[in-house]
């Protein structure tokens, strides 16, 4: 007989939400959760990146090519992150059916191009597929 038993803990139809820093979780994240309790949103699905924007560009250019724009590949959010925070057991992409990712815009940064944000933009523009960013 199988044993599917490792199938029980893993949580399916999940909301994950990345956000850019700690202010945005706690302060912001929080009130918007405690305002409207029926959001899909559980608070140990919002993670913190604990970088900009630029970062995580380069994040996803490290692990998917610098040519990942043109690639039009599947950009897996819930794997980056378990890896710049070494997560154990990693996040899994087939957990959640929506992700969502929250960062500024920092147009004051050394990394800033308008090419980098449009690619990022037209990429991440789907909650249910590799996600959507604001």
């Given at each position: 007989?199988?044993?599917?038993d490792f199938?029980?803990?893993?949580?399916?139809?999940?909301t994950?939400?990345?956000?850019e820093?700690?202010?945005?979780?706690?302060?912001?994240?929080?009130i918007?959760l405690?305002?409207?309790?029926e959001l899909?949103?559980?608070?140990?699905?919002?993670?913190v990146?604990?970088?900009?924007?630029?970062d995580?560009?380069h994040?996803?250019?490290v692990?998917?090519?610098?040519?990942w724009y043109?690639?039009?590949?599947?950009?897996?959010i819930p794997?980056?992150?378990?890896?710049?925070?070494?997560?154990?057991p990693?996040?899994?992409?087939?957990?959640?059916?929506?992700?969502i990712?929250?960062?500024d815009y920092?147009?004051?940064d050394?990394?800033?191009?308008?090419?980098?944000?449009e690619?990022m933009?037209?990429h991440f523009?789907?909650?249910?597929?590799?996600?959507i960013?604001f």
């Amino acid at each position: 007989m199988n044993n599917y038993d490792f199938l029980k803990n893993e949580q399916k139809n999940q909301t994950l939400v990345l956000v850019e820093g700690k202010h945005e979780k706690k302060i912001l994240l929080n009130i918007l959760l405690a305002c409207f309790p029926e959001l899909p949103i559980l608070s140990n699905n919002i993670h913190v990146y604990e970088a900009d924007i630029y970062d995580l560009y380069h994040d996803i250019e490290v692990e998917y090519e610098e040519d990942w724009y043109e690639s039009d590949i599947e950009i897996d959010i819930p794997l980056l992150i378990s890896r710049r925070h070494s997560i154990e057991p990693q996040l899994k992409k087939n957990n959640f059916i929506n992700i969502i990712l929250i960062f500024d815009y920092e147009h004051h940064d050394i990394g800033f191009k308008d090419e980098k944000i449009e690619r990022m933009q037209n990429h991440f523009n789907s909650m249910s597929d590799d996600g959507i960013l604001f």
